[in-house]
């Protein structure tokens, strides 16, 4: 039986912990809190460990024994960790979403490859299943030089919450990175960056009426150096209820967003660490979801959008789902032998779009095809 950890029992570990023993591995759940370990292992049946990954040595024993890890921990851990499974001839797939970190674990390719190990970072939604569906119709086009590559993700409270109409869905600081940091694109068939918060514009959704979509970072993950020449124009943006874009990028404007330290009265502090907390402190969070996904791409003769209305299913959110599935479907099909890949990429190049997508349907999520013609 395949032995598998999954590192971090949160809201995507749990699900994470939950399809990959559905799928029959031998799952250990870790975390570093051990009240949060014991409560989803015992939740779903499985062995627990209290385990931090700040700790290295204590790790490497853990991952040494095991086929596959799974990594549900913040990306500042991820080439830490990603390091540590490779020493211990492990596969290792974890949730990205920061290029800098995921282009160091990029570069432990040659190593991953002579040891026979996958190192798949940007796994999950966007990064990750998002990117896959884009790769699938890019080549799907054809050979001939793609006009366009438009993706757009959103998780939204099925109903508005507050001003900002949104609830925490992920770890505060994770949000505001990709809120904070240049956003990779292709313009003129030349990768290059845009600003976060900007390029806001309409977006229509069946039952939801019109949302906005504005520019975020890590979302396009390595598809701008890989499809650069190739494809005329790609941007990735993330959708949201209207106006929320123009609140966040004013706090960027006023400085909330600045990681030096400031004085304050008698205290020194970072006002992005104080605007973490304060997001974590008063957003709602744990509401019902809903994950919205569109990739659309064109081309000489050929023309085609993939579209995912995914809601919370009662055990997991939709954000879990979404993150954790594809991710776990991934690891099952590269250890199981049906993906032969050996080295260090990003999911979407790894992943096959048709096979992933037939894995994904048996956990109900479901791509719906809207428009397609044939290359000419």
């Known amino acids: 039986m395949t032995k598998t950890v999954v590192l971090g029992a949160g809201i ?4 994470a912990a939950w399809d990959l023993d559905r799928r029959g591995h031998d799952v250990t759940v870790t975390d570093a809190d051990a009240a949060t370990a014991r409560r989803v292992g015992e939740e779903l049946s499985l062995p627990w460990l209290e385990l931090d990954v700040t700790d290295s040595d204590a790790v490497a024993p853990v991952l040494a024994g095991a086929d596959s890890v799974v990594s ?10 990603a390091e540590t499974a490779l020493r211990s001839g492990c596969h290792y797939f974890d949730f990205g979403g920061n290029p800098t970190i995921v282009k160091q674990q990029l570069e432990l390719h040659g190593a991953a490859r002579d040891a026979g190990v996958a190192i798949v970072p940007d796994c999950g939604l966007a990064p990750g299943y998002a990117n896959v569906l884009a790769a699938g119709l890019i080549a799907k086009a054809g050979d001939s030089v793609v006009d366009d590559v438009q993706i757009r993700v959103g998780v939204l409270p099925q109903k508005p919450l507050g001003t900002l109409e949104y609830q925490l ?7 505001i990175n990709e809120y904070a940091e240049p956003c990779e694109v292709i313009h003129n068939r ?3 960056t845009v600003e976060p918060l900007t ?9 939801l009426g019109t949302l906005e979509a504005f520019s975020t970072a890590g979302g396009t993950s390595t598809m701008c150096q890989e499809y650069e020449g190739r494809v ?3 941007e990735y943006k993330t959708i949201r209820y209207p106006g929320h874009g123009r609140i966040f990028a ?7 967003f600045d990681t030096a330290d400031r ?17 974590t402190d008063h957003l709602p969070s744990a509401e019902p979801d809903r994950t919205l996904v569109s990739v659309a791409v064109s081309a000489p003769g050929f023309s085609a959008e993939q579209r995912i209305d995914d809601t919370d299913d009662g055990r997991f959110s939709s954000l879990a789902r979404m993150t954790a599935f594809p991710t776990t479907a991934l690891c099952d099909l590269v250890v199981r032998g049906v993906v032969d890949f050996r080295g260090s990429a990003a999911m979407h190049s790894v992943a096959p779009a048709a096979e992933l997508t037939a894995e994904l349907a048996e956990v109900g999520i479901a791509v719906e095809n809207r428009s397609s013609a044939s290359p000419e």
């Open 232 to 234: 005329t124009r790609l």
């Open 12 to 15: 995507v570990g749990r699900a």
């Open 199 to 207: 390029r806001i514009e309409e977006f229509k959704w069946n039952g």
């Open 190 to 192: 030349v990768a290059s």
């Open 169 to 175: 869905a992920f770890y505060a600081g994770g949000l």
């Open 72 to 81: 549900a921990v913040p990306y500042l851990f991820g080439m830490r960790v």
């Open 250 to 256: 004013a706090m960027r404007e006023i400085g909330l």
């Open 263 to 279: 004085s304050f009265g008698s205290s020194i502090v970072a006002p992005r660490r104080v605007l973490v907390d304060l997001l």
